[in-house]
């Protein structure tokens, strides 16, 4: 790799598959003027399209969720975080916990959002105007917009959602809205916080249920003192 400091090289490592009965490449050392320098000796003979192929890959971390822009393939990634909202580590650890027990009966993905002000109205500005809860648009595009907001009950831009709280048999009755630029709970968004005393760094882990009409979420919340 070029563009490095003085008196140092980097090696970028790219992992191929071995054919099998193919060779492995060997890595010896050699002294020269008392350092040591590396001598490569890479034998292994690799497909043109294999060796063509220097993707870089790195292990996911939170924010990578729901990176793939294939939602209808064969991976889908365990949840979804709100755009631009990164989790701590005891957050994502909670969050981590709480998801495996909910995949087990769960195919798409759970949307986890971490509560702000602006959806718990914990500014004056907020009481006046009201509350709201926005989607992040990646989690919107691939898993909302195609199954069902276009067209859903013949209104355009709006569809019935019912929030259910874990382990409650109450539900809350809301609205959708898309915008251009955003799609948002408002109609019904402040009766499902305060019933439920959301507060500004509660985790919200929202499980969309299939085959539901209307549409319908159930939600886990992880209160902000367990993180």
């Avoid at 439920?196 to 919200?204: E, T």
């Avoid at 499980?207 to 886990?220: A, F, I, Q, R, S």
């Amino acid at each position: 790799m070029t563009k490095v400091k003085a008196g140092r090289f980097t090696v970028m490592v790219h992992l191929l598959p071995r054919a099998p009965g193919e060779r492995t490449g060997t890595v010896t050392t050699v002294p020269n003027h008392g350092r040591t320098s590396a001598k490569i000796d890479l034998t292994a003979s690799v497909k043109e399209e294999e060796a063509a192929d220097d993707e870089e890959i790195s292990s996911p971390g939170p924010e990578d969720y729901g990176s793939s822009d294939n939602p209808e393939g064969s991976f889908e990634p365990p949840f979804m975080l709100s755009d631009r909202v990164s989790l701590t580590q005891a957050q994502e650890m909670e969050v981590r916990e709480k998801v495996e027990a909910i995949k087990i009966k769960s195919v798409l993905p759970i949307y986890v959002a971490v509560i702000n002000g602006s959806n718990v109205g914990s500014n004056v500005r907020r009481r006046h105007s009201g509350m709201s809860f926005y989607f992040g648009m990646r989690y919107v595009s691939r898993y909302l917009e195609k199954k069902y907001v276009t067209g859903h009950h013949g209104k355009r831009n709006v569809i019935s959602l019912v929030l259910q709280r874990e382990g409650k048999s109450r539900t809350w009755s809301t609205e959708v809205r898309r915008r251009s630029d955003c799609t948002m709970i408002s109609k019904g968004w402040a009766s499902f916080a305060r019933d439920n005393n959301l507060r500004k760094d509660d985790l919200c882990l929202f499980k969309l249920m299939e085959n539901e009409e209307p549409l319908k979420m159930m939600v886990y919340i992880i209160r902000r003192e367990k993180c």
